[in-house]
């Protein structure tokens, strides 16, 4: 699955103007036969790792800043708890999250995407899968997951946080909790959300319930942790 050549699906496959296809490994229909192996082979790999929790953040978290220590710090204790930690593979919030579950001895993976920038997967995913598109990575830490745990992020970060809530909110997947970390952060975002969104009739008022917000990483399990056992997927 890994890519080494700079050649980058998702452009490729959303330019709505090209020129006519060279070769047939150029054309969409072989474009299809990509997608499909790379479904095949994130389910293969993912399916025998256990429940797991996504875990979202900036790639440009320093290793110094309490927001990187705190994602180490939760991603251990949800290791600790039972659960296989998912991130995107790569730096900052992502690569906190790994270490989290390497102190705690646990497996942990990294769902790396093909960038045009070149994100190198950290050191500390046990398993890391390179992923051309983003819709089929995006499907995996959907699939996987019994929870999202976002830390302060930027643009990829709050496409992960609202396709979440889209697909819970529609029923597209089964409620399950979406922590944001970082009252800081996070609170005039939910601020904006209740008055714009709620207050002009745009989300009904138990969409908000499907956010939960804190600083602590305990907190953070005990939300996590209590509806997986809640769902059954883990015992104690």
Known sequence: MT??????????????????????TDTDPW????????????FDALSQLGIGVSIFGSARALASSPEYKRAARTAELLARAGLTVLTGGGPGIMEAA??????AGAHSVGLNIELPFEQTPNEYASTVLTFRYFFVRKLMFVKYAVAFVVFPGGFGTLDELFEALTLSQTQ???HFPIVLVGTDY???LLDWIEKELLGGGRISPEDLDLLKLTDSPEEVVEIVAGKARELGYITE
Not at 31 to 42: D, K, S
């Open 186 to 188: 996070w609170a005039p």
């Open 3 to 24: 890519v080494k050549k700079m050649r980058h699906e998702d452009q490729a496959l959303l330019r709505t103007i090209r020129e006519p296809a060279k070769d047939f």
């Open 172 to 174: 597209k997947i089964e």
């Open 31 to 42: 474009r299809v036969l990509r997608i499909l192996g790379e479904c095949v082979e994130g």
């Open 98 to 103: 790994n270490l989290g579950a390497d102190r």
